[in-house]
């Protein structure tokens, strides 16, 4: 999935609205950076499906294949990962919902690629079980779920936020902008013909996204109804 990510980020804020908007997005993306890194380090990597070419006109989601998505996207390094990142939060904040939210949120990653994935998620290094329900198999089902979800968390995190200023309406819908155009061309451009561009563009774009959500968390403050700050106490963790 691609804003669906970005979608557990903005719900999980107001669940738990002491979590910094970037610190629980970086944890719904962490398989997904993990991978960019990994496919650098030339440890994990994407490829064209064998006997399909773009220019039959098939759209980037059919014409992909990640064949060695062992470390970042297996289900049990998944759990890894999630107690990792959840132990790294609470040594730093001592804040335990905050730390199974984190959890929570890089443990949704696979959930939905799972859901969206042909069936190429793995379960475990050394297991060659792959599993997935291929949503990405139909665009307008793609469209319609990821759509739903998208727009879901941005209404649930409009409720519970507001903009401080101008800056925090203007940061928040330029990215959630720019997230739906990535996504929507995602689903419908092919992929470029040099894929090992895909890790350092990819890598890029989603620290700017990632960066982007720690900067709205600045901008927009939680409405009081969903939290009641004591005093000293900062949203901005
Ligand atoms: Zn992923």
Known sequence: MHVGH??????AKRIEPR????TV?????FPDVLWCILMLAHIEHVRFKPGITVQAGMRAIDVLEAPDIIYSH??????VWAALLA???FSRRRYAPGAVVICAAVLSHWVLDFTSHPPD??????????LGLGLWNSIPGT???????????????LGATRAEGRAGIFVFWITILVLTLAWLNNISAPPPPDLSIIGISSLIY???MIASMYWINRLRSIVPEYHALKPGESHAD
């Open 6 to 11: 970005f979608a557990v980020s903005l719900i």
């Open 19 to 22: 979590l910094s908007l970037g």
């Open 25 to 29: 997005t970086f944890a719904s993306m």
């Open 74 to 79: 297996s289900l049990v390094m998944g759990m």
């Open 87 to 89: 132990a790294a939060y």
């Open 121 to 130: 998620m793995p379960l475990a290094p050394g297991i060659d079980t792959r």
């Open 143 to 157: 469209v319609v779920a990821e759509g739903a979800l998208w727009l879901a968390s941005i209404l649930l995190y």
């Open 206 to 208: 989603f620290s700017l």
